[in-house]
């Protein structure tokens, strides 16, 4: 039999929003029976941005600024529907944003099952067929080429000679 497993990952900026979402989560889950491991911390995720402090000039003058996100993870085995009921309806601090997946877990068992299944015997080829084939050459002829223009000769051009000013004094 497929056990339900779910996955709660929880993402803000602010680390005390995101402790206190994770125990009202704690809370909730327990209250309803499951079992609960989490909430784990993730690694932060930070995104650092630099903004010349003019517009145009001044290279050399920057500022930096850097966004922090904040993960924690949760998983919930052992899930009744009213523990997935209470957790739709939590009401987390904003700024808090939640992704919920529902994770089928299959015992050793069926894994075993399933692999046995799926390994088929090889069966040996039946001989192959002789096949007659009937070839015949067809002669190409070669494709007809367009017919070359004439080209012009290119007449000399008449070298223009520039007359020598006398130097002015």
């Known amino acids: 039999m497929a056990k339900q497993k779910i996955r709660i990952k929880i993402k803000s900026f602010d680390h005390k929003v995101i402790d206190e979402a994770a125990r009202l989560i704690l809370e909730t889950a327990e209250k ?9 911390p993730l690694p932060n995720e930070i995104d650092r941005f630099t903004v010349n402090k003019s517009t145009f000039v001044h290279k050399n003058a920057r500022e930096q600024y850097e966004m922090r996100t904040h993960k924690r993870l949760i998983d919930l085995t052992e ?22 997946k529902m994770i089928m877990e299959q015992s050793e068992e069926e894994k075993l099952t399933k692999k046995a299944a799926a390994v088929k015997p090889v069966a040996k080829p039946a001989p192959a067929k002789k096949i007659e084939e009937s070839v015949q050459f067809v002669e190409e002829k070669p494709a007809k080429k367009p017919a070359a223009k004439p080209v012009k000769e290119a007449k000399p051009a008449a070298k223009k000679t520039a007359a020598k000013k006398a130097p002015k004094k």
């Open 32 to 40: 309803t029976g499951a079992i609960v491991m989490g909430p784990i």
């Open 79 to 100: 899930t009744t529907s009213s523990t997935i009921e209470q957790l739709s309806s939590l009401s987390l601090p904003s700024g808090v944003d939640i992704e919920i």
